[in-house]
Structure formats: C-alpha cells, structure tokens
C-alpha cells in the first residue's frame, strides 16, 4: 500500500497489514491501540479512529505517521550483546515484562520483574532519560512495552531483540540456568 493508497476509508486492518509497525507509531505518536480504553477494531477505518480518538491533525499527518513508524520502532531494538555490556557498565535498568510464573522458571541476572507498581514508579520518579532495557520470552510483547514507556514519556527505552531466547544463544545463562 502506498501513500496516495491511504485514505479516510482504510480500514485499519489494511493499515497493519502494510504497515506493522503503526500500531507502535500510533501508539507514541496519539496514544491509540495501546489498550482497550483507547483501540480501535480492525474494521474501523482511519476516520473513525481519527474521530473516535479526537485526532485534530491533518489526514496527511496521520499518514505520515504511519508511514513513519518503521523508524520510530527501529529506535526501540537492541541486541542482547549490547544489553550484556550495558549491564557489565551497570549503566541500564533491565526490566522483564513477563509473568511471575516466566520470571520464577528463568529471568536474567539482575533484572527486574515489570508490576504494576514498578511501571508507575518509573513512570514517576526515574529521570526520563534512565536507560532501560525490557525483554520478553521472543522479544514481541516487551517491544510492546517500551513502545508504552516511550509513549508515556521515558526517552531511552529499548526493546531486546529475541528477548530471553536470544539472550540464551548469544550471552549465556539465566537464573535459574535452564527455562523450563
């Protein structure tokens, strides 16, 4: 799908489909599709969620968002090596978004189990500018999270490419050594 392809009409599913990364860009960019308060439905076309959402910018800055938003998640990737000389530095806050039960079976050294209370505690009182690092089982719902943290105001969030998998292959062991 191309530019003059988008239009008022396009439904939202056409949208994702050429777009994937749109629902990070605008997620950032308006803070829509991030939950079920502020999504919208595959079937909704860009007008209504331009309505819906109460998006005052022009059709053609809504596309371009879109369009954009390849390189607004390409800012959020970060390879697991990277990660591992950060934390060597102890210069990031590593943060696993997974489940309690995940965290029990293998998190990495040093990390921190993402809560409720621990998101609102960073999205109160760290600098913005704190370095994190969030991580996932394969690296997709953390990338969903730093797109969160990064639309809520923190300015150095990245997203582990390949999440604790990855970190396995490439760095080393977990604690405990195994997933289960």
């Not at 008022?8 to 939950?35: N, V």
């Not at 079937?43 to 879109?66: F, G, K, P, Y």
């Not at 921190?112 to 998101?119: G, I, Y």
Request: charged fraction near 20%; hydrophobic fraction near 40%.
């Amino acid at each position: 799908m191309s530019l003059q392809e988008i239009g008022p009409d396009t439904t939202m599913e056409e949208i994702l489909r050429a777009y994937p990364s749109a629902k990070i860009g605008l997620f950032q960019r308006y803070h829509i599709g991030g939950c079920a308060s502020c999504g919208y439905q595959p079937t909704d076309t860009l007008a209504e969620v331009r309505c819906t959402h109460n998006i005052v910018e022009s059709l053609d800055a809504v596309i371009a968002c879109i369009r954009q938003s390849q390189e607004v998640e390409a800012q959020l990737h970060i390879r697991p090596a990277e990660v591992a000389a950060l934390q060597r530095e102890e210069q990031v806050r590593l943060l696993d978004v997974r489940s309690p039960q995940e965290w029990e079976a293998a998190h990495i050294r040093g990390a921190q189990l993402v809560t409720v209370a621990l998101t609102f505690e960073a999205l109160d009182s760290w600098p913005k500018d704190t370095p994190v690092v969030l991580y996932s089982n394969h690296g997709r719902r953390s990338l969903d999270k730093a797109s969160y943290f990064r639309a809520y105001g923190l300015t150095n969030v990245k997203s582990m490419d390949g999440g604790l998998t990855a970190w396995l292959a490439e760095v080393g062991p977990v604690v405990p050594l195994s997933l289960r």
